[in-house]
């Protein structure tokens, strides 16, 4: 079965800072991999998503993810931490076959602080 | 939200009752899925769907029936709530090959 596991249940970062939320998948298969957020009290909306193409992965609200296979990893990065990007963040992967059931990592609070 | 609408927005029940949460989607999407959000947990999956009639359980399966008797429609049943059940329940839907899955905004059940 897949998983995903995302290190750190809790992220503070300061206004202007690097963002660096960590996701590391389990796969027997290459993965489609995903990125989403949560704002409070709101649905989940997709931040970007890796589907076997480019390993560079650029998504809405200057975020990028990079896929390494050799790492099994797919960490999320944004150069300037803004205000309005304090939220949930999960990583997800989609098992392939069958279903193709999407499977979310446990997520990531981020607070930026002033 | 692409299209995918849940109701109710919010619920309270009580312990032992049975409650029905729907999830319409007007895209013709193949797959729909039933999570549900805790904190710490992330989003578990509870059942899915690829096709009328055609449901499996998921990991947290437990405790809830699905039934989909019509391509646009997946409805959620706690047979008999609990409050452990107590949570947010979030359906999703995507199509044929899908690279991505689109979310309602969720429903938020209380039983008491």
């Known amino acids: 079965a897949q998983s995903v596991t995302q290190l750190g249940s809790h992220v503070s970062v300061s206004e202007g800072a690097l963002v660096l939320l960590r996701c590391n998948y389990s796969?027997?298969?290459?993965?489609?991999l995903f990125w989403y957020v949560q704002y409070p009290n709101q649905g989940l909306q997709l931040l970007l998503k890796?589907?076997?193409?480019?390993?560079l992965v650029k998504g809405i609200n200057g975020f990028e993810a990079e896929f390494k296979k050799s790492e099994t990893s797919f960490h999320l990065t944004k150069p300037s931490a803004h205000m309005s990007d304090a939220a949930e963040y999960f990583c997800?992967?989609?098992?392939?076959?069958?279903?193709?059931?999407?499977?979310f990592g446990a997520g990531t609070r981020l607070a930026v602080h002033p | 939200d692409a299209g995918i609408t849940q109701s109710p927005r919010h619920k309270v029940t009580e312990t032992g009752t049975p409650v029905t949460l729907r999830c319409h989607q007007t895209?013709?999407?193949?797959?729909m899925y039933w999570y549900r959000q805790d904190p710490g947990h992330g989003l578990r999956l509870i059942h899915y769907?690829?096709?009328?009639?055609?449901?499996d359980k998921g990991e947290v399966s437990d405790g809830y029936s699905v039934s989909r008797s019509k391509t646009e429609d997946f409805l959620l049943t706690l047979e008999s709530a609990t409050s452990s059940q107590t949570s947010v329940y979030f359906c999703?839907?995507?199509?044929?090959?899908?690279?991505?899955?689109?979310f309602g905004q969720g429903t938020r059940l209380t039983v008491v």
């Open positions: 997800a992967v989609r098992q392939a076959g069958g279903y193709n059931k999407l499977i």
């Open positions: 796969s027997s298969v290459p993965p489609y």
């Open positions: 890796y589907t076997s193409a480019a390993t």
């Open positions: 895209e013709n999407h193949r797959y």
């Open positions: 769907s690829y096709g009328v009639k055609d449901t």
């Open positions: 999703a839907a995507a199509g044929q090959g899908w690279t991505e899955a689109f």
